[in-house]
């Protein structure tokens, strides 16, 4: 070879010696004297070329990347997090990795279809067409693997969703899910299996696979263009293909990779549109629950676009089954292009399948920008397709998008290369316009589109011969439904023999049996559901039915129809077999003596929910209705005990004091309710008699008070702790509001003094408060409520002295400093409160520097203008202005980590240092409450220590970004002026 | 610029020879510009890395034998390292659970107190009152401090 470079009598000799012992000489004649076709589309035929070098990128990379990744649980995103943060390079390596994996899917897939542009899938090249079709699966397969080996949060949820719709996948769903899965659910064993996937098993099957695509290249030669523009290619005599072809590969690559470094420092974390963004960010958490927006890399989002199109249920087929079987028979069109396109195969030109290619690239296209969000901004974890307006509007700006792509690619076809044939194109953009204007789904649009095509299809067969493959996809697509149809769901198989557990049909009683089988105007009583329930039910479930049956009190059909048609569990149903008062004040049959039916909303009061009085803790506790009311569980009429145990109608509605002292015949007895909870109190009724409640109801009789029924409810009390008692801890406010916030309700009662109306805004107040949002908004059930300062039973309005003790329960250091400072008594020289002065009551909002600020709504300033001494102005100054000094620093410096954390650094270590600053700063606000300079200064001090290391770790951070910044330059500069040495060298061996 | 040099008479000769050894050079440069990151990426960390695994320095040793406790990073955690009644070395993360306040030791008391809202926590990261909703997560520690002491995570293998 005569190209080699400066040193040519040594490189000379070399080469002769390697040739004399290898013979090296024919396969350089053999390079030499193979020829790229020259045409104008010659650009083309670079893609393959480099598509198999961002493959040795990845494999350069991916081996670097193995040396500090650790697979596994514990250690595969730690490890991450140190190669990216902490060795040096690690970031680079990592950044190109990506970044060349996701160019390489794009250059993988450019190939495919300027190949099927060209048409050199055309015999005798049908087996480099299937080779390329099956290692554009493996790059897929490639990224797939790959994108949850991080084991970050977003990779564990996209790897849960993209496995799950193998399940789809017919007869060996379930089983080829558990094998990828390596179990039911994604875990550890998942991302062993993808691992071996990911560095073992495809990398061997694509080498193979390169080696025979390769080979058959050679062995055929490239191929020609078919119809570039329908003129039939000139023979040019071509471009040799070493050195000529291979130096202008050599010039791409070396643009590539340059351009790849650029990338990678510019955007590490990728260019950050959905489907491709690689930010570490949290650990997979098996546990989290799932969040909307989670994406599938870019070249998956149109299958996942295409499950959101598809509805639950779809002729007859499970959505996901009726969206892959569509998904596999676009593949498969696409896969046997080379028998499907008879014409290519004769050498003649197939207009329709240019056009097929074109349409598949809108069709995939449109639906990815859907995926996209496209014409909607959303905040991150939110899934706009929810609400259907932002869904429509996403529909009609990616219609908007792909219509004009199309309309303009089809005048570019139509103008430069006389184009004629657009069916396809025509079809897709139809759908897309249906779908984005009309607002049709997108299966319908897609369904009219279809029609669409095969009216067109016929149009052309009457005019003449053509178009085989649109009539072959028409009758697919025309014969696919009522195939699919014809799966009907087989009725589920009703079971004959009772399975153990149960009583046998067989030994049901007659009676019961009458029941069961009873039918009105030739139509069962009893549906499928109930039937199915009452098979369900346990023995003495059962045998309980069997008894009320023949007791009576299970009086017919619909009886027993109403009873199986609550939704309550098997015990529930137990308890109200058992007890005769549920089953005749629920029968249908005796509607004079109701009591139990469905709550309806429109008249709450009338009729119990029966599901809510067995969810009773009494009733499940054994304490039936005759507990309270009278009577027995097992009388089977009314009997004179029944309301015997409280005063009359009449009397009990007037004046509600007996209920107190009802409740309290067990509840005050610690004999009596040691049997069903020792620890609960019985103290109830003793402190009650001292609340203000209980004064004015015992003594006032006053039915207006609250008593036990108005805050624990009557049928369908609750534990405390059950989230659906009134008295739960989130409850309590609304609870306590149902009076206290109803001003008609609460008028005429007074403070203390007589005189002062009673407020009703405290609800209004606490929701808005730094505790009302803990605890209703981000349920922290640790923020207190209501009864946290006014007590329970004993509930009465706290003395000045003691809210600030209620204050300390939690906020324990502000009330020890506090005690030692001035302020504490000159507090109680005025009878201030001690908290309560400064950041109010039922409206503590969370506390702001600003109340220090000697402006004139600053908390301190109005109050020393007023009762203290020029000194104390001060302290307050001082302290304000140390204060917003270090938090004005520290602000400064997050925002700072913020700009780094966005250039690609791992800023662990900062954010740790910003957390210490963060603490000493909340200490130094917490050092205010000594009122006290020294001390003050002493937590202001380390402050400022944390601040100064903080500082210099960010300043040490930056100077690592410029020292990238100016390798980026430097390494650009090598990488061009290679390149451009590159080009001349080109020109001078094309001239030769 | 250069298609009117190459067109000059008689310079094809010397050109060629100028442009193979600015491109043999240039490759060179290139090349180490390649090489470069790869080679420092390749030399190992002093400290081994350590997200899942620190060894804490003699200052921070000298640290918690004086206080009784320390807040060291492993990874993205603070952790809460103490000695126990029985100088026993213990380790959980010093977040709480709460809040997210970093929390402290109290040896007079033997509990791990947080300062935002009075939460306490025995020396094992049980809550013990207050209103922190979980107890804090435990952590590995080996050592003690007369030798060396290492941090790790919870099960990590």
Redesign the interface.
Same mark, same amino acid.
């Given at each position: 070879m005569s190209a080699t470079p400066a040193p040519r009598n040594f490189a000379v000799r070399a080469w002769e010696a390697i040739d004399e012992r290898f013979q090296l000489s024919g396969l350089v004649a053999f390079l030499s004297h193979k020829e790229v076709p020259v045409a104008h589309s010659i650009v083309w035929y670079y893609l393959g070329g480099l598509s198999l070098f961002l493959f040795v990128v990845q494999i350069g990379t991916g081996i670097l990347l193995l040396m500090n990744y650790q697979v596994g649980e514990n250690t595969s995103y730690e490890s991450m997090k140190v190669l990216v943060g902490r060795v040096p390079f690690g970031w680079l390596i990592r950044s190109i990795h990506c970044w060349s994996a996701h160019l390489m899917s794009l250059s993988v897939l450019a190939h495919l279809f300027s190949v099927l542009f060209v048409k050199a899938y055309r015999k005798p090249r049908e087996l480099t067409w299937y080779s390329g079709f099956a290692m554009l699966g493996l790059v897929l397969g490639f990224g797939f693997s790959g994108y949850l080996l991080p084991w970050n949060e977003l990779s564990y949820f996209a790897t849960a969703v993209g496995t799950d719709s193998v399940k789809a996948v017919p007869v060996v769903g379930p089983w080829l899910l558990r094998v990828l899965r390596g179990g039911e659910e994604v875990s550890v064993q998942t991302l062993y299996r993808f691992f071996a996937l990911h560095v073992c098993i495809l990398p061997l099957v694509m080498a193979g696979l390169i080696g025979g695509h390769l080979l058959f290249i050679q062995r055929q030669g490239m191929a020609e263009p078919l119809e570039a523009g329908h003129e039939p290619a000139k023979k040019k005599g071509g471009m040799p293909f070493f050195p000529n072809f291979a130096l202008r590969d050599l010039l791409l690559w070396v643009i590539v990779l340059n351009v790849l470094a650029l990338l990678a420092v510019v955007l590490p974390f990728g260019p950050g549109i959905p489907g491709a963004e690689w930010e570490l960010g949290e650990k997979a958490n098996p546990l989290k629950p799932a969040y909307p927006g989670i994406k599938p890399e870019w070249y998956f989002l149109w299958v996942y676009q295409m499950l959101k199109e598809f509805p639950a249920h779809f002729l007859g087929m499970e959505g996901p089954q009726a969206c892959l079987l569509l998904a596999t028979v676009l593949m498969g069109i696409a896969f046997f292009v080379p028998l499907l396109d008879r014409n290519a195969a004769k050498g003649k030109p197939s207009p329709l399948f240019t056009d097929l290619g074109v349409a598949g690239i809108l069709f995939l296209g449109f639906l990815t920008l859907k995926a996209w969000d496209l014409g909607v901004t959303v905040p991150k974890g939110k899934d706009p397709t929810a609400d259907p307006v932002l869904a429509n509007t996403i529909a009609r700006t990616a219609a908007l998008w792909i219509l004009g792509i199309g309309i303009a690619v089809v005048i570019l076809r139509r103008l430069k290369w006389k184009h004629s044939a657009f069916d396809f194109t025509i079809a897709v953009l139809l759908q897309a316009a249906l779908n984005g204007f009309a607002h049709l789904s997108w299966l319908v649009s897609g369904g009219i589109a279809l029609a669409a095509l095969a009216a067109m299809a016929i149009a052309r067969r009457m005019k003449g011969p053509g178009a085989a493959a649109a009539s072959v996809l028409v009758l697919t697509a025309l014969l696919a439904p009522p195939a699919r149809a014809e799966e009907k769901a087989a009725p589920p198989a009703t079971a004959s023999a009772a399975p153990a557990g149960h009583v046998a049909e067989a030994s049901w009683p007659a009676d019961f049996r009458k029941m069961f089988e009873a039918a009105e105007k030739g139509v069962p009583v009893l549906d499928e559901k109930a039937r199915a329930r009452f098979q369900a039910l346990p023995t003495h479930a059962q045998e309980l039915f069997f008894a009320a049956a023949k007791a009576g009190t299970l009086s017919g059909g619909t009886h027993l129809a109403a009873l199986l048609a609550l939704d309550i569990d098997d015990r529930k149903v137990e308890l109200i077999l058992g007890d005769n008062c549920f089953l005749c004040h629920s029968n249908p049959d005796l509607p004079d003596e109701i009591l139990f039916r469905k709550r309806e909303k429109t008249d709450p009061l009338r009729h119990l929910d029966i599901r809510e009085v067995v969810a009773d803790v009494h009733v499940r506790g054994g304490l039936m209705c005759a507990g309270c009311h009278g009577g027995k569980p097992t009388d089977l009429e009314m009997t004179a005990d029944i309301g015997k145990r409280w005063p009359s109608s009449e009397v009990r509605r007037k004046d509600r004091s007996w209920i107190p002292e009802f409740c309290a015949r067990c509840h005050s007895s610690s004999e009596f309710m040691r049997a069903y909870n020792p620890s609960l109190p019985v103290d109830q009724l003793l402190k009650y008699r001292t609340s203000k409640h209980g004064q004015l109801l015992l003594e006032k009789k006053d039915a207006k008070a609250a008593q036990c029924v108005s805050c624990h409810g009557v049928h369908g009390i609750r534990p405390p702790d059950s989230t659906n008692s009134l008295v739960y801890r989130e409850n309590i406010p609304a609870t306590c509001g149902r009076c206290h916030a109803d001003a008609a309700y609460m008028k005429g009662y007074t403070k203390d003094d007589g005189v002062t109306p009673l407020p009703t805004n405290q609800l209004e107040q606490y929701k808005k408060s730094v505790h009302g949002l803990a605890l209703l908004v981000k349920h922290d059930v640790g923020a207190p409520a209501c009864n946290s300062c006014h007590g329970n039973h004993a509930a009465l309005p706290p003395q000045v002295s003691f809210v600030s003790q209620v204050c300390r329960t939690c906020h324990a250091a502000n009330g020890g400093l506090f005690d030692g400072s001035p302020h504490k008594k000159a507090f109680e020289k005025h009878g201030w409160p001690e908290c309560e002065t400064c950041h109010g009551k039922h409206d503590i909002t969370r506390p702001t520097d600003e109340m220090l600020s000697d402006d004139p709504k600053g908390l301190c300033h109005a109050c020393h203008a007023k009762f203290g001494e020029p000194k104390c102005d001060e302290t307050a100054k001082y302290f304000y202005a140390s204060i917003t000094t270090l938090r004005t620093s520290h602000e400064a410096l997050g925002h700072d980590v913020d700009r780094l954390a966005e250039r690609g650094f791992d800023v662990d270590e900062l954010r740790f240092q910003s957390s210490a600053v963060n603490d000493a700063l909340r200490k130094t606000r917490l050092g205010i409450h000594t009122f006290d300079r020294s001390d003050f200064t002493r937590n202001s001090d380390a402050t400022g220590q944390a601040l100064d290391g903080l500082k210099k770790g960010v300043a040490n951070v930056w100077k690592e970004y410029r020292f990238r910044r100016n390798g980026l330059l430097l390494a650009t500069v090598l990488i061009s002026l290679f390149g451009v040495l590159l080009y001349l060298k080109i020109r001078e061996v094309d001239r030769r | 610029m250069?298609s009117s040099l190459?067109r000059e008479p008689g310079a094809g000769v010397s050109?060629?020879?100028w442009?193979?050894? #600015? +491109? @043999?050079t240039? #490759?060179v440069?290139?090349a180490?510009?390649?090489v470069y990151?790869?080679l420092?990426?390749?030399?190992p +960390?002093k400290d081994g890395?350590?997200?899942?695994k620190v060894t804490l320095t003699d200052a921070q040793k000298t640290e918690l034998g004086n206080n009784g406790f320390l807040?060291a990073?492993l990874?993205?955690d603070?952790v809460l390292l103490l000695k126990d009644k029985d100088q026993k070395l213990r380790a959980m993360s010093a977040k709480c659970t709460?809040?997210g306040?970093?929390v402290q030791f109290v040896p007079a008391d033997g509990i791990v107190w947080c300062?935002?809202?009075? @939460?306490k926590f025995a020396m094992d990261g049980r809550v013990i009152s @207050?209103?922190?909703?979980r107890p804090l997560a435990a952590f590995n520690v080996e050592g003690d401090l007369k030798g060396a002491v290492t941090v790790s995570? @919870?099960?990590?293998?």
């Open positions: - | 250069e190459s050109r060629r020879r442009i193979d050894a #600015f +491109l @043999g240039s #490759f440069a290139w180490a510009a390649v990151p790869v420092r990426y390749l030399t +960390l890395g350590g997200a899942n807040i990073r990874g993205t603070r709460h809040e306040c970093t300062a935002c809202h009075n @939460g @207050g209103p922190p909703p995570r @919870g099960s990590a293998a």
